[in-house]
């Protein structure tokens, strides 16, 4: 009978979550797990990442620069019920080429799930970027450390509708702190308007602020008073099966960006984007075409190729003079061709292997101040990746 019970948790786990799956934007995503819940009492789930992404970028918003170690992600696993389950673990990090670990953090979290409804509280799942596209969301935050995140979620997912609602609480204040508390809250609904077209909605909205830090009547400080900012994204999404069964999804995402703040932490107030790409799979392989085109839009977490001014470090020195060429420079009409190409291949049972392949061409103009010379129309940046992934549930 109770074998029975798991594996009607099983079916109704897959069914309530895998609707939430859509066209893949990168190898380094990973969808959640759902077996951890046939446990009978206690487990382990290990979770574990080694990559290499090489972004070879020359252009005046991006800094080019090689991401490469192991994430390793241990959970012990207390299972009460058939649909509660308490996780503990250690996330660590370390990069190629350096002697220490980067990071060891330690994890905790709570799971419920009944039916159509999946809550959570503590470290979320972020291992998918909750299916945000690029331009919301960019994919090396799954790289990093970043990929923690600590909140609150909630998925419902049925026939027409899927939802996900999270609060990541990014940076905790006491008394007299000197930096403001940070969070950010987000949502991703996908309406089923046939069985081929859907209705996507995205949102992010970000604060900073706090009651107990220290705060100055400076605009210049790091504490000073509260700011909100927002990307929103409304799309609309076709997908196809030809005779032989290969995917084409196209896609189209109309975005917008807002701040409502007296602080000037970003360059523009508000503008908006137009992100259309379309993605064709065969097996292994996964191609994406797309074109993006902003005016004036932020995007407060996204890839930073579809920044609209500078993130360039300007660590570069000139006979001993900072070299501030990028510092202030904007590109309020940015537009963009680009293209991914992704393949995977498994391994052994719970073990990937991916390699990834972008590039992007700059249709627009550079900051014409900063010279012919430094013109960046038709300028091609690119990057590659490859990733070894093992995600797997050890039952006691």
């Known amino acids: 009978m109770k074998t029975q019970n798991h594996i009607g948790l099983l079916l109704s786990l897959f069914f309530s979550i895998a609707p939430l799956a859509q066209a893949q934007n990168s190898v380094f995503y990973a969808p959640e797990t759902v077996n951890s819940f046939l446990t009978q009492d206690f487990g382990v789930q290990v979770n574990h990442l080694s990559f290499i992404k090489n972004n070879e970028y020359f252009n005046g918003i991006s800094d080019g620069l090689t991401l490469l170690g192991s994430q390793v992600h241990p959970e012990f696993i207390y299972k009460p019920s058939e649909r509660t389950q308490f996780r ?8 190629f080429g350096e002697e220490t670990i980067d990071k060891a953090l330690p994890t905790f979290s709570f799971k419920y799930v009944n039916d159509k409804h999946r809550f959570t509280i503590g470290n979320l799942y972020a291992r998918d970027n909750h299916r945000l596209i690029e331009p919301l969301m960019g994919s090396e935050k799954i790289l990093g450390s970043e990929v923690l995140e600590t909140g609150i979620a909630y ?15 990014e940076n905790y204040i006491r008394k007299q702190d000197d930096k403001r508390e940070v969070f950010t809250f987000g949502t991703l609904s996908r309406v089923a308007i046939s069985d081929n077209l859907s209705l996507p909605i995205q949102f992010l909205l970000q604060h900073k602020g706090g009651q107990i830090n220290k705060r100055y009547n400076s605009d210049t400080q790091s504490s000073a008073g509260s700011s909100h900012a927002f990307n929103a994204s409304l799309g609309l999404e076709y997908k196809h099966l030809n005779a032989l069964n290969n995917e084409f999804v196209l896609s189209y995402y109309f975005l917008h960006h807002q701040m409502a703040s007296n602080l000037l932490e970003y360059p523009f107030e508000k503008g908006e984007a137009h992100y259309l790409t379309l993605n064709y799979k065969v097996k292994d392989v996964n191609f994406l075409l797309g074109y993006y085109q902003a005016d004036q839009f932020v995007t407060l977490k996204g890839n930073e190729m579809f920044q609209t001014y500078s993130l360039k470090t300007n660590v570069n020195y000139w006979n001993g003079v900072l070299d501030q060429t990028y510092s ?4 309020p009409h940015r537009e963009l061709m680009f293209a991914k190409l992704f393949f995977e291949k498994i391994l052994a049972p719970k073990v990937k292997l991916g390699l990834q392949l972008e590039g992007f061409l700059q249709l627009n103009d550079s900051d014409p101040s900063l010279g012919a010379e430094k013109n960046k129309k038709h300028q091609l940046d690119h990057s590659f990746g490859i990733y070894v992934i093992f995600n797997d549930v050890f039952k006691f």
Request: negative net charge; hydrophobic residues 40%.
């Open 88 to 95: 503990s673990g250690l996330f660590l990090l370390k990069h």
């Open 155 to 169: 998925q419902y997912a049925s026939q027409k509708v899927e939802s996900e609602f999270w609060l990541d609480w």
């Open 328 to 331: 202030e420079l904007t590109e």
